[in-house]
T-cell receptor, first 108, second 118 residues
Framework: GQQVMQIPQYQHVQEGEDFTTYCNSS?????IQWYKQRPGGHPVFLIQ?????EVKKQKRLTFQFGEAKKNSSLHITATQTTDVGTYFC????????FGAGTRLTVKP | DAGVIQSPRHEVTEMGQEVTLRCKPI?????LFWYRQTMMRGLELLIY????????DSGMPEDRFSAKMPNASFSTLKIQPSEPRDSAVYFC????????????????FGAGSRLTVL
C-alpha cells in the first residue's frame, strides 16, 4: 500500500515556541487527514485537506496541502503543554495508512 | 453514540495461548480497520473491511493472525498461537465511506486493547 513519510520523528520545544511537522508522499494523494494522539490515548481526527494548495486553521494550528498534493504540513504557533502528543498524517482514503508520527513534547 | 467499543482493554497472556480481540464499530459505519501500534513500528494497518468484506489484509503479519467481520456490528482479531513479539496496543477504527466528499472518510478509533504476551 501507499506510504506517507513523516518528519521529524521527535520534537521537543519550550512552551511558547512554534512547531511544524511535515508529511510527504511519493504519489499524489486525493486527500490527507491529520490526527492527534495524546499519551496513553487513541488517535483523534483533527482535519482533512482535499484541495491543492489548501490551507486550514484551527486556532493555533495551521494545516497546508501542497500544490502537487504530495505533501502536507501542520504548524502550531506558540505551543502549550496541552499540545503534547503524537501527530499523524494519514492517506489516501482507501486504505488509510498512517505516517510514523511526530511526537511533540513541550517544556513548561 | 457510544463510539467504537473494543474489548478487552487489557490482556496479559502466556506465549502459545490464543488471543481474541473484539470490536463494535459505530452504527452506520461501513468500513472497519484494525491497527497495531508499537514503539518500534508505529501505527500499522493490519486489515480493513468494507461492508463486512476484507479488502486488504496485506498488513497481517503472518498466518497466526486472522480477522473476521461476521456482521456490520462486530469484528474480531485473533492471534493463535500468540508470541511475545505480538505485544502491542491494537486499535479498531470505523468510518462511513462516502467517496471523495469533503468531510467524509473520517476514522473514529476505539480506546484500544493493550496486549502483553509473556
Amino acid at each position: 500500500g501507499q506510504q506517507v513519510m513523516q518528519i521529524p520523528q521527535y520534537q521537543h520545544v519550550q512552551e511558547g515556541e512554534d512547531f511544524t511537522t511535515y508529511c510527504n508522499s511519493s504519489t499524489t494523494l486525493s486527500n490527507i487527514q491529520w490526527y492527534k494522539q495524546r499519551p496513553g490515548g487513541h488517535p483523534v481526527f483533527l482535519i482533512q485537506l482535499v484541495k491543492s494548495g489548501e490551507v486550514k486553521k484551527q486556532k493555533r494550528l495551521t494545516f497546508q496541502f501542497g500544490e502537487a498534493k504530495k505533501n502536507s504540513s501542520l504548524h502550531i504557533t506558540a505551543t502549550q503543554t496541552t499540545d503534547v502528543g503524537t501527530y499523524f498524517c494519514a492517506g489516501p482514503p482507501g486504505d488509510m495508512r498512517f505516517g510514523a508520527g511526530t511526537r511533540l513534547t513541550v517544556k513548561p | 453514540d457510544a463510539g467504537v467499543i473494543q474489548s478487552p482493554r487489557h490482556e496479559v497472556t502466556e506465549m502459545g495461548q490464543e488471543v481474541t480481540l473484539r470490536c463494535k464499530p459505530i452504527s452506520g459505519h461501513n468500513s472497519l480497520f484494525w491497527y497495531r501500534q508499537t514503539m518500534m513500528r508505529g501505527l500499522e494497518l493490519l486489515i480493513y473491511f468494507n461492508n463486512n468484506v476484507p479488502i486488504d489484509d496485506s498488513g497481517m503479519p503472518e498466518d497466526r493472525f486472522s480477522a473476521k467481520m461476521p456482521n456490520a456490528s462486530f469484528s474480531t482479531l485473533k492471534i493463535q498461537p500468540s508470541e511475545p513479539r505480538d505485544s502491542a496496543v491494537y486499535f479498531c477504527a470505523s468510518r462511513r465511506n462516502r467517496g471523495q466528499v469533503s468531510g467524509a472518510n473520517v476514522l473514529t478509533f476505539g480506546a484500544g486493547s493493550r496486549l502483553t504476551v509473556l
